[in-house]
């Protein structure tokens, strides 16, 4: 594969999926899936931008719209992926329920349960301060207990093996080296903007955003939990962005640090045939 220097600082992103990798470059995505007879297959489609609105370009507000677009292609790459190990198209009422599924279990458990829990001893904390650290406390521990569950399923192992591979690929790419598996596989497995990472700065960057609310009744301190989501993505997309821009910068370091060793729970050494799948992926997305 070859890019001139333009491409190589084009920024990629990737997602692991069902015995595949999908990859997304600047004006096309792609996912490639190692089906059961052993051959890779590779399906592309065009990234048409959501933001098409001056105002949809403001900070913060691109984040949202950023990550809305993202979870429609990941949840497409999904389903691409799905079918191929079925072998039979996955009715769209299913992907639906799941998609509602999983946003409002992600919401209950990151942001409703936390809240509602320290509401239980709200009157003992006796002021706002306690309260949001504590609340903020809470939040960390659910997301670190939830990744330690998942990175300790047996069944999950070649997904975490196909999110590693992702993150070799993309780094290799970056370092613009030849996108061989024995170059990529000299990489870490470790990345900068990765979801598990953003995911923990959701955490922190939510304890912040609530905080100067205060102490309300606890309905409304519920309703702002879930109503300020939408703000708390996007002031952390712009944050893990900036980041990744600067993450050659000594004082970057302690800012992603937390989140990569966070990626050694949803991550795991891939095998080269894993690594050469999203290498494929990541061709046909930057081809365009």
């Given at each position: 594969m070859s890019n001139s220097p333009e491409q190589r600082d084009a920024p990629v992103g990737g997602q692991?999926?069902?015995?595949?990798?999908?990859?997304?470059?600047?004006?096309?995505?792609?996912?490639?899936?190692?089906?059961?007879?052993?051959?890779?297959?590779?399906?592309?489609?065009?990234?048409?931008?959501?933001?098409?609105?001056?105002?949809?370009?403001?900070?913060?507000?691109?984040?949202?719209?950023?990550l809305a677009q993202g979870m429609s292609i990941g949840v497409k790459a999904l389903q691409i992926s799905a079918e191929a190990q079925e072998q039979e198209p996955i009715p769209k009422r299913t992907w639906a329920f799941a998609i509602v599924a999983g946003l409002a279990l992600a919401i209950g458990l990151f942001f409703v349960i936390p809240v509602l829990?320290?509401?239980?001893?709200?009157?003992?904390?006796?002021?706002?301060?306690?309260?949001?650290l504590v609340e903020g406390g809470v939040r960390t521990a659910i997301f670190l207990a939830y990744l330690a569950a998942l990175a300790y399923q047996p069944h999950?192992?070649?997904?975490?093996?196909?999110?590693?591979?992702?993150?070799?690929?993309?780094?290799?790419?970056?370092?613009?080296?030849p996108l061989t598996a024995a170059n990529t596989q000299r990489f870490s497995r470790l990345h900068p903007r990765c979801g598990t990472s953003f995911m923990l700065l959701v955490m922190l960057v939510a304890v912040f955003v609530f905080a100067p609310i205060g102490l309300p009744a606890w309905w409304i301190l519920l309703l702002t939990r879930i109503l300020g989501v939408p703000?708390?993505?996007?002031?952390?997309?712009?944050?893990?962005?900036?980041?990744?821009?600067?993450?050659?910068?000594?004082?970057v370091q302690p800012i992603i640090w937390p989140g990569m060793q966070l990626q050694k729970l949803t991550?795991?050494?891939?095998?080269?045939?894993?690594?050469?799948?999203?290498?494929?992926?990541?061709?046909?997305?930057?081809?365009?």
């Open positions: 692991a999926v069902m015995e595949g990798v999908m990859m997304r470059g600047v004006s096309a995505w792609a996912v490639a899936t190692r089906g059961k007879d052993g051959e890779i297959a590779v399906e592309t489609h065009p990234v048409v931008s959501w933001a098409r609105s001056p105002v949809l370009r403001w900070p913060v507000i691109r984040g949202v719209v950023a829990l320290t509401s239980l001893v709200k009157d003992r904390l006796g002021s706002a301060y306690l309260f949001w999950l192992r070649r997904l975490f093996q196909y999110h590693g591979a992702e993150h070799k690929t993309i780094a290799a790419y970056e370092a613009g080296v703000l708390v993505a996007g002031l952390s997309f712009e944050l893990i962005k900036f980041a990744g821009r600067n993450r050659g910068r000594g004082w991550t795991r050494e891939p095998e080269d045939e894993q690594v050469v799948v999203a290498i494929a992926a990541l061709t046909a997305a930057t081809a365009a």
